[in-house]
T-cell receptor, first 114, second 116 residues
């Protein structure tokens, strides 16, 4: 089975631009998580979905961040407008209810905002 | 409140040495899960092991072994005969087993450098 797929793998953008990160979870997984990793703050959970419904977005840093999951196989994390402090690696992860509790992570998107 | 502490920020060993990575956790839940992940220089997060709070059996997988002790709230990870390919950042994580609350609490990670 294919793992979690994220695109793009690298994104460089200028401050003020809109950035959209994409994630395809593992087929059959009903939970999807978005994380951000920085040197200063480590791994932070931003938001997670269950059956395409956002359950907890308390980790979303501010209104510039939004996430959607229009169907079971696709999710986006959007930053508008982007700022240099948003530079980080963004991970998407998924898991399956009732079978196991571990999350499987995508390769990450390295975002650089100049 | 839940918390995971990985007190060792960085460890350096010479190849073939054994090394133990410490993980201490705090939780008020009686049912919980513990995990270890490996993040090699390429950046991805690789799942290594899951342990639930009712299973204190130690586990061995090749050169890797895990020691779970509820009495000390620890879930330590030992690599035997370390290799250069083991160089990575290792994260310990805790998850509640309550339905609908599957968040991970990650430790800050331990960077392991294995020198040839």
């Amino acid at each position: 089975d294919a793992g979690v797929i994220q695109s793009p793998r690298h994104e460089v953008t200028e401050m003020g631009q809109e950035v959209t990160l994409r994630c395809k979870p593992i087929s059959g997984h009903d939970y999807l998580f978005w994380y951000r990793q920085t040197m200063m703050r480590g791994l932070e959970l931003l938001i997670y979905f269950n059956n395409n419904v956002p359950i907890d977005d308390s980790g979303m840093p501010e209104d510039r961040f939004s996430a959607k999951m229009p169907n079971a196989s696709f999710s986006t994390l959007k930053i508008q407008p982007s700022e240099p402090r948003d530079s980080a690696v963004y991970f998407c992860a998924s898991r399956r209810t009732g079978v196991d509790y571990e999350q499987y992570f995508g390769p990450g998107t390295r975002l650089t905002v100049t | 409140a839940q918390k995971v502490t990985q007190a060792q920020t960085e460890i350096s060993v010479v190849e073939k040495e054994d090394v133990t990575l410490d993980c201490v956790y705090e939780t008020r839940d009686t049912t919980y899960y513990l995990f270890w992940y490996k993040q090699p220089p390429s950046g991805e997060l690789v799942f290594l092991i899951r342990r639930n709070s009712f299973d204190e059996q130690n586990e061995i997988s090749g050169r890797y072994s895990w020691n779970f002790q509820k009495s000390t709230s620890s879930f330590n990870f030992t690599i035997t005969a370390s290799q250069v390919v083991d160089s990575a950042v290792y994260f310990c994580a805790l998850s509640e087993a309550n339905p609908g609350t599957y968040k991970y609490i990650f430790g800050t990670g331990t960077r392991l450098k294995v020198l040839a």
